[in-house]
């Protein structure tokens, strides 16, 4: 009985906080209940659910907005660079590449950020509601 009250009490913590060596002891007691022939179905989904909550990413809608902000800005300058204000032909050359390549860098981060929500919407459509 202790073994199966201590599965519960990991179940129960925030999964952000439980270590993967911590789910993986967890899984291994609760299969061991149930091959001595404790009927944990409900506690083996918990498991499940609380491992795919632990593994989903740190991406909120504040990340993607601040990206494209960023992106907005950095534009901005991209514009201010082509039309040439302020600065010699090789400065603006150099400048202009310096934004590209940190417009490019944004743009592969939104990429990613929009890549993890699918990925996130595409792995909740397969956990049942409850």
Same mark, same amino acid.
Do not use: C
């Given at each position: 009985?202790?073994?199966?009250?201590?599965?519960? #009490?990991?179940?129960?913590?925030?999964?952000?906080?439980?270590?993967?060596?911590?789910?993986?002891?967890?899984?291994?007691?609760?299969?061991?209940?149930?091959?001595?022939?404790? #009927?944990?179905?409900?506690?083996?989904?918990?498991?499940?659910?609380?491992?795919?909550?632990? #593994?989903?990413?740190?991406?909120?809608?504040?990340?993607?907005?601040?990206?494209?902000?960023?992106?907005? *800005?950095?534009?901005?300058?991209?514009?201010?660079?082509?039309?040439?204000?302020?600065?010699?032909?090789?400065?603006?050359?150099?400048?202009?590449?310096?934004?590209?390549?940190?417009? #490019? *860098?944004?743009?592969?981060?939104?990429?990613?950020?929009?890549?993890?929500?699918?990925?996130?919407?595409?792995?909740?459509?397969?956990?049942?509601?409850?």
């Amino acid at each position: 009985m202790n073994v199966l009250l201590r599965v519960i #009490k990991t179940l129960n913590k925030p999964p952000k906080s439980l270590s993967e060596t911590r789910l993986n002891k967890a899984s291994s007691e609760l299969s061991e209940l149930m091959d001595v022939g404790f #009927k944990l179905d409900w506690l083996k989904s918990k498991l499940e659910e609380v491992s795919l909550e632990r #593994k989903k990413p740190d991406v909120d809608g504040s990340q993607v907005q601040q990206l494209e902000e960023r992106v907005k *800005h950095l534009q901005l300058k991209l514009d201010e660079v082509s039309l040439g204000k302020k600065l010699s032909d090789d400065d603006n050359e150099s400048r202009s590449q310096e934004v590209e390549e940190r417009v #490019k *860098h944004i743009e592969l981060k939104l990429d990613e950020v929009s890549f993890v929500r699918s990925y996130q919407m595409m792995i909740m459509s397969f956990v049942p509601n409850k």
